[in-house]
């Protein structure tokens, strides 16, 4: 069975200051990880995603996450906090391509 | 290129009533995920349909169903609703093959009284 778990419902960082939202899942096969923002009342949106290769992406906005396979883990980090990257974020994973199972979501407050 | 479209934005029911909801994915995607996304409880995956066909469900109850059709647009309906149906129901699409990312609609805000 296939599951992601995101820990912290609620993460608050300064501005300026390191994000780290942490994303663990299970998966049979060697999975496919994705990263999504949700702002307020929107659709969500495509931060990053890992498929093969190089374990550490790259995405928009600042963001990387980088692909654990021992710890399981897809972490997501940004060095410099800013105000505009507070909203909700969706840790995904996809094991066979056609199907995406979402964490819970963290909830990013970023204090002035 | 336009993104996945979904409509109507706000849909307000009366408990008992039917929901339908509709979503266009992007040119060229054939797959169409649902999912509901209600206060406090992440996305829940509610339906997935590729080339016209069912290909998995939710634990969701048969009341929820959809189709696809012959341009890949999709519709989600809902029967007999109840106030927990109250949610933001987001429609995605991607491509069959590759391994692609889900893009994602705006969603469609339904509230039932």
């Known amino acids: 069975a296939q599951s992601v778990t995101q820990l912290g419902s609620h993460v608050s960082v300064s501005e300026g200051a390191l994000v780290l939202l942490r994303c663990n899942y299970s998966?049979?096969?060697?999975?496919?990880l994705f990263w999504y923002v949700q702002y307020p009342n929107q659709g969500l949106q495509l931060l990053l995603k890992y498929t093969t290769g190089a374990t550490l992406v790259k995405g928009i906005n600042g963001f990387e996450a980088e692909f654990k396979k021992s710890e399981t883990s897809f972490h997501l980090t940004k060095p410099s906090a800013h105000m505009s990257d507070a909203a909700e974020y969706f840790c995904a994973v996809s094991p066979t391509g056609n199907q995406f199972y979402f964490g819970t979501g963290t909830s990013l407050t970023v204090i002035p | 290129e336009a993104g996945v479209t979904q409509s109507p934005t706000h849909l307000i029911k009366t408990r008992g009533q039917q929901a339908t909801l509709r979503c266009s994915p992007i040119s060229g995607h054939t797959s169409v995920y649902w999912y509901q996304q209600a206060l406090g409880l992440g996305l829940q995956f509610l339906l997935w349909?590729?080339?016209?066909?069912?290909?998995n469900r939710g634990n969701f109850p048969p009341r929820f169903s959809g189709r696809q059709f012959p341009n890949y647009s999709s519709e989600l309906n809902v029967n007999a609703l109840e106030l927990e149906d109250s949610a933001l129901y987001l429609c995605?699409?991607?491509?069959?093959?590759?391994?692609?990312?889900?893009?994602f609609g705006q969603g469609t805000r339904l509230t039932v009284v």
């Open positions: 998966s049979s096969v060697p999975p496919y």
């Open positions: 349909y590729d080339e016209g066909e069912e290909r």
């Open positions: 995605a699409s991607s491509l069959r093959q590759g391994f692609a990312e889900a893009f």
